[in-house]
């Protein structure tokens, strides 16, 4: 077994990516607004502060940055996995582990976390959240995509409406 160890900044901006158990799935959009409460009541609970966020079928990309000198991310992402995975009907397939530990089968045990290291790292892992939607085929343009927070850096500012407008062949 490998020794995985997560690397921890107090206070710090995380990129994650965070997939669900069948990665051939739409429960993420068919289900955004329980998504959406899930992340809400985690917030509440444990706040954190939402730079970039994104949601396609099937997995999702955020940045968040959590309080000064709270380096507990892990908590929340299993917070936000509990809390949707408790608001929606139990239609997932299951393995006889699953059941026979009363868990459910919607998300993958694991997330892949990255420490935002300085500005360009940050502005790199926004501009691959946004483009997300395109480079899977959802769409052909970043501001077609409705479970993103694209519209809010546009208003900000940082992109034009029109950035990454189609996807190249």
Request: overall charge positive.
């Amino acid at each position: 077994m490998s020794d995985y160890r997560r690397y921890r900044v107090p206070g710090g901006t995380y990129f994650f990516t965070i997939n669900l158990q069948n990665r051939h799935s739409d429960l993420l959009v068919r289900r955004i607004d329980a998504f959406r409460e899930a992340v809400r009541r985690t917030r509440i609970d444990r706040p954190f502060h939402i730079d970039a966020w994104v949601v396609l079928p099937e997995h999702l990309h955020c940045v968040i940055t959590l309080p000064p000198g709270d380096d507990d991310f892990s908590n929340r992402i299993k917070a936000i996995k509990i809390r949707f995975s408790r608001a929606i009907p139990s239609e997932e397939c299951r393995s006889s582990v699953q059941i026979a530990r009363r868990e459910r089968g919607i998300w993958q045990r694991r997330f892949w976390e990255h420490v935002i290291r300085d500005d360009e790292d940050y502005a790199r892992h926004l501009d691959y959240l946004h483009f997300n939607p395109v480079k899977h085929g959802h769409v052909k343009a970043v501001k077609d995509w409705p479970y993103s927070t694209f519209f809010q850096w546009v208003k900000a500012g940082a992109y034009p409406l029109d950035w990454a407008g189609e996807k190249n062949s």
